[in-house]
């Protein structure tokens, strides 16, 4: 098979090389005459509908067959969309974009300001239901909250065109990383005749009608995904992919057969494969920080959670029972980061607080629990009995049952619960649970997309966790100079509570063919776009 | 003959109305509902989607609604979680597919086990008769799921023969795998079936007769004991379609052939009440029709049975 | 899977034929059943795996569930069978004993098995017997009640209720068995109809015992013979369901672990260089499933003797 494989690259480059001398326009790399590209999706895309899309798999796809106003590059850092740049007023409150005059739709009409009051004024409608409306909210454009709730008019949302080229957004506050939250599928354009014309029909491949660098050629649910160059793209001469596959394949490990058969060119590896990868093709296997973080939370409710985890020392025996390095290293072995706190430390401007328990040695640390947890009133003469649930997952699986170990030096017998999603989830939101399993990645790249989490106001804030002074600390830095000041105290009141138990921090742990660029895996929040995508000859 | 066909017709409407109520119930009676998400929406998101999908009326309003829709106009409604589907359109575009390979696999499963059966039945106690038993009886055990991702790492990876997942419109290569995950253990109780049944038949009066009279031995078989030996395998393949449905749950996973296998699975998990229904009701009607068929097959093979 | 009709309907024939007579026909059938050499292999493998998941915890170096931290991270190096480290079947991904593993899943999966068929049997039995025995309209409705049940995609309804209901080991139980009685109501049934007008029915009725007591003393005796080749059979084809609702992940609950866990599992890393993780335990359900197999098929020649 694989001499095979090199035979066909070495055919394939040499009768390439005197009919394709093309190169990167950037770069000057030669590249490769195929220009095809497959990924995988584990599972497949709910909705092609901007304003409807609630996954990150639904929005890898978005971002390259719409443009919202501004994009990122190949780090996370932003460059112009559809807009080339803005003005902010003096109170910074009221940003002015300034759209670029040469964006046009996939059908030849022009991108307008028009076309961005359109969609958003869908997001926040509460006829129209969205489930991302919140997101709305989280942006502060003034009146979102009203609107949503039904309380005022879809008119008085706190957007609007000046001209077709300039787009006005009011919000409620000064919101200092508000720029970057417009890179999120779910603020891009879209048309309302196409909308209206079509229904929810209007995302079927003959209908749709998008503004990015590639248009929908088929989508077949459960099966596949394919895409190709828009030729109405204002930057259309600079993409290079000609065809774009993603396959939907549940199993993550048949997805990796696949790859290794070379019928895909980029796929997760699962939990534990990564050392053996990584040594079988050094150029393939990547780990790369992504933004998310992986936690135990502690139900304390007063009512509703057990007593034991009303005791601080308790939740701090926990945590500090868990044998990070052994999931990160034994357990996950994808080069994941052992955490001890909650934000992810790559976090643009984030600076971590000096938390103690991080720098002790195991032995250590189980040995505080030991203390603290016999202080509480518990320990091996009279274990504590707890449950834990998780939703059903390989990697979660595992990692439940290390901890399970972990904590029985401790004296604590904990009961795995094993439920599917929905169900795991519904259990959360009601405090109908000991300690639940929850990630969450950020939606920005900023220590707030994580921190306001644990706030007492907060939607998300499942384990009830209450703290004045952590409330006083986000609302203050929502209009702080700098707001990082803030979140490394709010940290340390985390750090000190301990009202989730922090396991590790996500890392990205893929295989990718060896020929291909732009991937933008240095984006610690994996934002990719197939137009900054090419393959090299080699 | 007429007079049971529309008996049994008649039953179905029964049937299929006390799955609808029965699956319904138990749909709405689980944890979390299609809108619970990991973000938790805002309340007022939330009776925003309850009141765009009529998730807010009592359930027996609902349910009425959603029979009435289907009774007056086939709408299976739109889907909860694919929210730029409908239900009539993931059923249209998975359904053909389960169709395709679960016919093909049908016919395979057939045609070769009664093959097999039939030739360890005539050739009884020979070394053919010993391996058919044999096979049969061992690929029964290996469980689908084991099948098939050998299947890939055997046919995909290691000899780069077929692709190892998808559909393309049904092109022979991505059918091949499918179809051997799906058929094999129908095959193998087809063989062992017909292999006992036509024992069963040989050794009868009749046939033994038709062999004194010195008629060929493949007449015989043909003519006379293959007919009442299909009667048993004719029963079987009620129960068979059943649990090749189920199959397809796995071939849908492991080779993304998009069928509605999955469909269902997932639509149960997440909450996609509309898919999941459509789904079932989809699978019951076929099978009150299967079995209906096989019993019309059954009473055409066996004249003896009179309804 | 199946059970094939045929040869049940031929033994349900013979064994409506005539009145048991007492302890002749099961003598018989001892004799004929050790007889056949494929059926005593089974049993002595049954026998075999009974045993190994009564004892095998006596053997085992480890407990299912505790995690060997010197093989974590390491499994497809250090990971394999060995009798120096005492891990006999090597370990799973996470270090964990698989020979431990493998009793306890052989233990749950026999009893999943087991308790299945028995609850198949036991409701198919009193129903079919019922609904044949007072005939009539009571049977009529009974039976078209059976005609509707066969015609619900079973599998689907489990999954349901595995999701709505959560995941444990009696709902397991309860619904892989309530599942499979449907086809013994109508043997049983279709035997207790030719029973029904014997004499020593009719002399049971004439002296004035109760229909149940006649249901008890005399009838359900004489069904005896195919609800035990019945069971038998049944038992693989739960152990096969319930290998499939693992796969599906809605199986038992962690550290409990069952063949079809094990076997989901190890195909799963197929490719990793951990073969051991799905050939011990589908060693063990194979063999198993042969063995029931076997012995079912054995017991219904011993039963029904004839040429095949």
């Given at each position: 098979?694989?001499?095979?494989?090199?035979?066909?690259?070495?055919?394939?480059?040499?009768?390439?090389?005197?009919?394709?001398?093309?190169?990167?326009?950037?770069?000057?790399?030669?590249?490769?005459?195929?220009?095809?590209?497959?990924?995988?999706?584990?599972?497949?895309?709910?909705?092609?509908?901007?304003?409807?899309?609630?996954?990150?798999?639904?929005?890898?796809?978005?971002?390259?067959?719409?443009?919202?106003?501004?994009?990122?590059?190949?780090?996370?850092?932003?460059?112009?969309?559809?807009?080339?740049?803005?003005?902010?007023?003096?109170?910074?409150?009221?940003?002015?974009?300034?759209?670029?005059?040469?964006?046009?739709?996939?059908?030849?009409?022009?991108?307008?300001?028009?076309?961005?009051?359109?969609?958003?004024?869908?997001?926040?409608?509460?006829?129209?239901?969205?489930?991302?409306?919140?997101?709305?909210?989280?942006?502060?454009?003034?009146?979102?909250?009203?609107?949503?709730?039904?309380?005022?008019?879809?008119?008085?949302?706190?957007?609007?065109?000046?001209?077709?080229?300039?787009?006005?957004?009011?919000?409620?506050?000064?919101?200092?990383?508000?720029?970057?939250?417009?890179?999120?599928?779910?603020?891009?354009?879209?048309?309302?005749?196409?909308?209206?014309?079509?229904?929810?029909?209007?995302?079927?491949?003959?209908?749709?009608?998008?503004?990015?660098?590639?248009?929908?050629?088929?989508?077949?649910?459960?099966?596949?995904?394919?895409?190709?160059?828009?030729?109405a793209y204002w930057d259309a001469d600079n993409t290079i992919l000609e065809h774009v596959t993603a396959l939907t394949i549940n199993d993550q490990n048949a997805a990796l057969t696949r790859y290794l058969a070379g019928e895909l060119d980029r796929v997760q590896i699962p939990a534990g494969q990564y050392p053996r990868l990584a040594a079988e093709y050094p150029n393939e296997a990547i780990s790369v920080p992504q933004s998310c973080s992986y936690i135990y939370i502690f139900n304390m409710d007063p009512v509703k959670g057990p007593a034991a985890l009303q005791d601080v020392r308790v939740r701090q025996a926990l945590s500090y029972a868990i044998d990070r390095d052994v999931i990160v290293n034994s357990v996950l072995q994808g080069g994941q980061a052992p955490s001890y706190n909650w934000t992810h430390a790559a976090t643009a401007g984030f600076e971590m607080p000096d938390i103690e328990y991080s720098h002790w040695t195991q032995a250590e640390r189980d040995a505080k629990a030991l203390e603290l947890i016999t202080e509480a009133g518990y320990g091996p003469g009279k274990p504590l009995a707890l449950t834990l649930n998780?939703?059903?997952?390989?990697?979660?699986?595992?990692?439940?049952?290390?901890?399970?170990?972990?904590?029985?030096?401790?004296?604590?017998?904990?009961?795995?619960?094993?439920?599917?999603?929905?169900?795991?989830?519904?259990?959360?939101?009601?405090?109908?649970?000991?300690?639940?399993?929850?990630?969450?990645?950020?939606?920005?790249?900023?220590?707030?997309?994580?921190?306001?989490?644990?706030?007492?106001?907060?939607?998300?804030?499942?384990?009830?966790?209450?703290?004045?002074?952590?409330?006083?600390?986000?609302?203050?830095?929502?209009?702080?100079?700098?707001?990082?000041?803030?979140?490394?105290?709010?940290?340390?009141?985390?750090?000190?509570?301990?009202?989730?138990?922090?396991?590790?921090?996500?890392?990205?742990?893929?295989?990718?063919?060896?020929?291909?660029?732009?991937?933008?895996?240095?984006?610690?929040?994996?934002?990719?776009?197939?137009?900054?995508?090419?393959?090299?000859?080699? | 003959?007429?007079?049971?066909?529309?008996?049994?017709?008649?039953?179905?409407?029964?049937?299929?109305?006390?799955?609808?109520?029965?699956?319904?119930?138990?749909?709405?009676?689980?944890?979390?509902?299609?809108?619970?998400?990991?973000?938790?929406?805002?309340?007022?998101?939330?009776?925003?989607?309850?009141?765009?999908?009529?998730?807010?009326?009592?359930?027996?309003?609902?349910?009425?609604?959603?029979?009435?829709?289907?009774?007056?106009?086939?709408?299976?409604?739109?889907?909860?979680?694919?929210?730029?589907?409908?239900?009539?359109?993931?059923?249209?575009?998975?359904?053909?597919?389960?169709?395709?390979?679960?016919?093909?696999?049908?016919?395979?499963?057939?045609?070769?086990?009664?093959?097999?059966?039939?030739?360890?039945?005539?050739?009884?106690?020979?070394?053919?008769?010993?391996?058919?038993?044999?096979?049969?009886?061992?690929?029964?055990?290996?469980?689908?799921?084991?099948?098939?991702?050998?299947?890939?790492?055997?046919?995909?990876?290691?000899?780069?023969?077929?692709?190892?997942?998808?559909?393309?419109?049904?092109?022979?290569?991505?059918?091949?795998?499918?179809?051997?995950?799906?058929?094999?253990?129908?095959?193998?109780?087809?063989?062992?079936?017909?292999?006992?049944?036509?024992?069963?038949?040989?050794?009868?009066?009749?046939?033994?007769?038709?062999?004194?009279?010195?008629?060929?031995?493949?007449?015989?078989?043909?003519?006379?004991?293959?007919?009442?030996?299909?009667?048993?395998?004719?029963?079987?393949?009620?129960?068979?379609?059943?649990?090749?449905?189920?199959?397809?749950?796995?071939?849908?996973?492991?080779?993304?052939?998009?069928?509605?296998?999955?469909?269902?699975?997932?639509?149960?998990?997440?909450?996609?009440?509309?898919?999941?229904?459509?789904?079932?009701?989809?699978?019951?009607?076929?099978?009150?029709?299967?079995?209906?068929?096989?019993?019309?097959?059954?009473?055409?093979?066996?004249?003896?049975?009179?309804? | 899977?199946?059970?094939?009709?045929?040869?049940?309907?031929?033994?349900?024939?013979?064994?409506?034929?005539?009145?048991?007579?007492?302890?002749?026909?099961?003598?018989?059938?001892?004799?004929?059943?050790?007889?056949?050499?494929?059926?005593?292999?089974?049993?002595?493998?049954?026998?075999?795996?009974?045993?190994?998941?009564?004892?095998?915890?006596?053997?085992?170096?480890?407990?299912?569930?505790?995690?060997?931290?010197?093989?974590?991270?390491?499994?497809?190096?250090?990971?394999?069978?060995?009798?120096?480290?005492?891990?006999?079947?090597?370990?799973?991904?996470?270090?964990?004993?698989?020979?431990?593993?493998?009793?306890?899943?052989?233990?749950?999966?026999?009893?999943?098995?087991?308790?299945?068929?028995?609850?198949?049997?036991?409701?198919?039995?009193?129903?079919?017997?019922?609904?044949?025995?007072?005939?009539?309209?009571?049977?009529?409705?009974?039976?078209?009640?059976?005609?509707?049940?066969?015609?619900?995609?079973?599998?689907?309804?489990?999954?349901?209720?595995?999701?709505?209901?959560?995941?444990?080991?009696?709902?397991?139980?309860?619904?892989?068995?309530?599942?499979?009685?449907?086809?013994?109501?109508?043997?049983?049934?279709?035997?207790?109809?030719?029973?029904?007008?014997?004499?020593?029915?009719?002399?049971?009725?004439?002296?004035?015992?109760?229909?149940?007591?006649?249901?008890?003393?005399?009838?359900?005796?004489?069904?005896?013979?195919?609800?035990?080749?019945?069971?038998?059979?049944?038992?693989?084809?739960?152990?096969?369901?319930?290998?499939?609702?693992?796969?599906?992940?809605?199986?038992?609950?962690?550290?409990?672990?069952?063949?079809?866990?094990?076997?989901?599992?190890?195909?799963?890393?197929?490719?990793?260089?951990?073969?051991?993780?799905?050939?011990?335990?589908?060693?063990?359900?194979?063999?198993?499933?042969?063995?029931?197999?076997?012995?079912?098929?054995?017991?219904?020649?011993?039963?029904?003797?004839?040429?095949?």
């Amino acid at each position: 098979m694989k001499t095979k494989l090199l035979l066909s690259t070495i055919l394939g480059v040499a009768l390439a090389l005197p009919a394709w001398a093309a190169t990167h326009p950037v770069t000057g790399e030669e590249l490769a005459a195929n220009q095809d590209y497959t990924y995988w999706l584990l599972d497949a895309i709910k909705s092609m509908d901007p304003q409807i899309n609630t996954d990150v798999e639904g929005s890898g796809v978005l971002r390259s067959l719409f443009e919202g106003l501004f994009n990122e590059d190949q780090v996370g850092g932003l460059v112009p969309g559809v807009a080339l740049d803005f003005d902010l007023s003096d109170d910074k409150t009221v940003y002015t974009f300034h759209l670029r005059p040469e964006a046009k739709w996939s059908d030849g009409k022009p991108v307008t300001a028009q076309d961005f009051v359109y969609a958003w004024k869908r997001l926040a409608d509460p006829e129209f239901a969205s489930e991302y409306a919140w997101y709305m909210e989280l942006m502060q454009v003034v009146n979102a909250s009203a609107i949503i709730a039904g309380e005022k008019p879809l008119d008085e949302l706190g957007v609007k065109a000046l001209d077709d080229n300039t787009l006005e957004v009011t919000i409620e506050a000064p919101l200092p990383y508000f720029p970057q939250m417009l890179t999120h599928a779910s603020t891009f354009p879209v048309r309302q005749d196409v909308v209206e014309a079509w229904g929810p029909k209007w995302t079927d491949p003959e209908h749709m009608v998008g503004n990015g660098a590639f248009m929908l050629k088929e989508h077949i649910l459960g099966e596949k995904v394919v895409m190709e160059p828009n030729p109405a793209y204002w930057d259309a001469d600079n993409t290079i992919l000609e065809h774009v596959t993603a396959l939907t394949i549940n199993d993550q490990n048949a997805a990796l057969t696949r790859y290794l058969a070379g019928e895909l060119d980029r796929v997760q590896i699962p939990a534990g494969q990564y050392p053996r990868l990584a040594a079988e093709y050094p150029n393939e296997a990547i780990s790369v920080p992504q933004s998310c973080s992986y936690i135990y939370i502690f139900n304390m409710d007063p009512v509703k959670g057990p007593a034991a985890l009303q005791d601080v020392r308790v939740r701090q025996a926990l945590s500090y029972a868990i044998d990070r390095d052994v999931i990160v290293n034994s357990v996950l072995q994808g080069g994941q980061a052992p955490s001890y706190n909650w934000t992810h430390a790559a976090t643009a401007g984030f600076e971590m607080p000096d938390i103690e328990y991080s720098h002790w040695t195991q032995a250590e640390r189980d040995a505080k629990a030991l203390e603290l947890i016999t202080e509480a009133g518990y320990g091996p003469g009279k274990p504590l009995a707890l449950t834990l649930n998780y939703n059903t997952s390989e990697a979660h699986k595992k990692i439940a049952i290390a901890v399970q170990q972990f904590w029985k030096k401790i004296g604590v017998e904990l009961t795995l619960n094993n439920m599917e999603w929905k169900v795991h989830t519904d259990k959360m939101q009601n405090q109908d649970f000991d300690l639940g399993r929850y990630a969450w990645c950020g939606d920005y790249n900023e220590a707030s997309t994580y921190l306001d989490f644990f706030t007492s106001y907060s939607g998300h804030n499942n384990g009830k966790f209450v703290s004045e002074e952590y409330d006083r600390l986000m609302k203050e830095s929502k209009t702080a100079e700098n707001p990082n000041l803030m979140y490394t105290a709010a940290e340390q009141i985390l750090a000190d509570q301990m009202p989730v138990a922090p396991i590790y921090q996500y890392s990205l742990v893929e295989m990718i063919k060896p020929d291909m660029r732009g991937m933008s895996t240095e984006n610690l929040m994996q934002n990719w776009y197939l137009k900054d995508m090419y393959r090299v000859a080699q | 003959m007429f007079a049971f066909i529309a008996r049994r017709l008649a039953i179905a409407v029964p049937t299929l109305l006390l799955l609808v109520i029965f699956s319904f119930l138990l749909m709405h009676a689980a944890p979390g509902g299609p809108f619970t998400s990991e973000r938790g929406l805002p309340p007022a998101v939330l009776a925003n989607l309850n009141a765009k999908y009529g998730l807010d009326q009592p359930m027996w309003r609902q349910m009425v609604n959603y029979v009435w829709g289907i009774v007056a106009h086939f709408d299976f409604g739109p889907s909860f979680i694919y929210k730029d589907r409908t239900v009539n359109e993931i059923i249209a575009q998975g359904f053909p597919v389960t169709l395709t390979y679960g016919a093909i696999s049908f016919a395979v499963a057939v045609v070769v086990g009664v093959g097999l059966g039939v030739s360890a039945a005539i050739w009884h106690n020979s070394w053919l008769d010993y391996l058919a038993v044999g096979i049969s009886i061992g690929a029964q055990v290996l469980p689908n799921f084991v099948m098939a991702p050998i299947l890939v790492l055997v046919f995909t990876l290691w000899l780069g023969w077929l692709p190892g997942g998808g559909w393309e419109g049904g092109q022979w290569q991505y059918v091949i795998m499918p179809v051997i995950a799906l058929s094999t253990s129908f095959m193998a109780s087809i063989a062992r079936i017909t292999r006992s049944s036509m024992l069963e038949v040989l050794n009868s009066n009749h046939i033994r007769t038709a062999k004194a009279k010195g008629l060929p031995m493949r007449k015989v078989i043909l003519r006379h004991a293959l007919k009442p030996a299909m009667l048993p395998v004719v029963s079987y393949l009620g129960p068979a379609f059943v649990t090749m449905i189920t199959g397809s749950v796995v071939v849908d996973m492991y080779f993304s052939t998009g069928g509605i296998g999955k469909a269902f699975v997932d639509s149960a998990l997440n909450r996609d009440y509309a898919v999941m229904m459509g789904v079932t009701i989809l699978v019951g009607t076929l099978t009150v029709l299967f079995n209906l068929l096989v019993d019309v097959l059954y009473a055409w093979i066996d004249p003896k049975i009179r309804y | 899977m199946v059970i094939d009709s045929t040869r049940m309907k031929s033994l349900a024939d013979r064994l409506a034929g005539d009145e048991v007579k007492g302890r002749s026909l099961w003598a018989d059938a001892r004799k004929r059943f050790f007889k056949n050499k494929a059926a005593v292999g089974g049993l002595i493998v049954l026998l075999f795996v009974l045993a190994f998941a009564a004892f095998g915890d006596l053997i085992a170096q480890y407990s299912n569930e505790e995690l060997d931290f010197s093989i974590m991270g390491q499994i497809a190096e250090k990971g394999g069978p060995s009798l120096a480290n005492g891990h006999y079947f090597g370990t799973d991904d996470l270090g964990r004993d698989l020979f431990a593993r493998t009793v306890q899943g052989t233990q749950i999966s026999l009893a999943v098995g087991i308790v299945g068929s028995a609850i198949a049997v036991l409701v198919g039995t009193f129903y079919g017997a019922f609904a044949g025995y007072v005939g009539g309209r009571t049977d009529n409705i009974m039976m078209r009640t059976v005609d509707i049940l066969m015609s619900i995609p079973y599998m689907f309804v489990l999954i349901l209720l595995l999701v709505v209901f959560g995941r444990s080991i009696i709902m397991l139980f309860m619904g892989i068995g309530l599942i499979s009685w449907l086809d013994m109501s109508r043997i049983v049934r279709g035997q207790t109809l030719s029973l029904k007008h014997k004499e020593f029915i009719e002399a049971a009725e004439a002296t004035g015992v109760s229909r149940l007591t006649i249901i008890r003393r005399h009838i359900v005796p004489n069904l005896l013979g195919v609800v035990a080749v019945y069971a038998t059979l049944l038992v693989p084809l739960m152990i096969l369901t319930e290998s499939f609702i693992s796969f599906l992940g809605l199986g038992v609950q962690e550290p409990l672990t069952s063949w079809g866990a094990l076997i989901s599992e190890g195909s799963g890393t197929l490719n990793y260089g951990t073969f051991w993780q799905l050939a011990f335990p589908l060693f063990f359900f194979v063999i198993t499933l042969f063995a029931f197999f076997f012995v079912g098929d054995g017991l219904r020649d011993a039963l029904d003797p004839k040429d095949r």
